[in-house]
């Protein structure tokens, strides 16, 4: 009996390992993506558009030339507001910073604590936002098309004025806006 169990056990083992070594995950061939249909519930990014908007511009090529001239610290790279900013401070006196913004235009910018004031800036969309951070602060956004803008922010030191705060960040944002792309 064992010689009959084994004589129905090898060649069924046989035929199992040829099915499996013959069996293959590859096909020969080359592979070609399938078209698949959008899924209609998916929000397109809307930075993806615009994520070059700025290109090679970096927002410290944009506030170093105006702080520089008023004694202020060499800028560093921020990445607060987006991954293309740039801030710098001088004792005793303020602290600032440029922010450049692809996927998010002077709609979408939050006021904190201040009131978004509506303004133009070299015949662009801006807005100025005295008090956004509290007293002795400013910023000024400058839109760069729909989706996107540049910042100039301003915190003062020593019990100074919005409207001190506001005046340097006006200064930062025209001196940088004739760099800026024209938006879409």
Same mark, same amino acid.
């Given at each position: ?53 700025? =290109? ?30 740039? =801030?710098?401070?001088?004792? =005793? ?18 006021? =904190? ?72």
């Amino acid at each position: 009996m064992k010689l009959h169990l084994r004589h129905r056990l090898i060649p069924a083992l046989t035929v199992a390992l040829i099915t499996v070594t013959a069996c293959s995950s590859e096909t020969p061939g080359t592979a070609t993506p399938v078209p698949t249909s959008p899924n209609p519930t998916t929000v397109p990014s809307s930075s993806a558009g615009s994520a070059n908007i700025f =290109g090679d511009l970096k927002a410290c090529d944009l506030l170093e030339p105006t702080t520089a001239a008023k004694g202020f610290e060499p800028p560093k790279v921020e990445t607060y507001e987006s991954d293309n900013g740039c =801030g710098t401070a001088k004792r =005793g006196y303020a602290s600032v910073s440029i922010y450049l913004v692809p996927e998010a235009g002077i709609d979408q910018l939050s006021p =904190g604590q201040g009131t978004k004031v509506p303004s133009n800036l070299n015949g662009r969309d801006a807005v100025e936002i005295p008090g956004d951070a509290g007293t002795d602060a400013c910023t000024v956004a400058v839109a760069v098309g729909p989706n996107a803008r540049m910042t100039a922010s301003t915190t003062l030191e020593r019990n100074r004025t919005n409207e001190e705060a506001c005046a340097l960040s006006r200064e930062i944002a025209t001196a940088a806006e004739p760099k800026l792309p024209k938006g879409s």
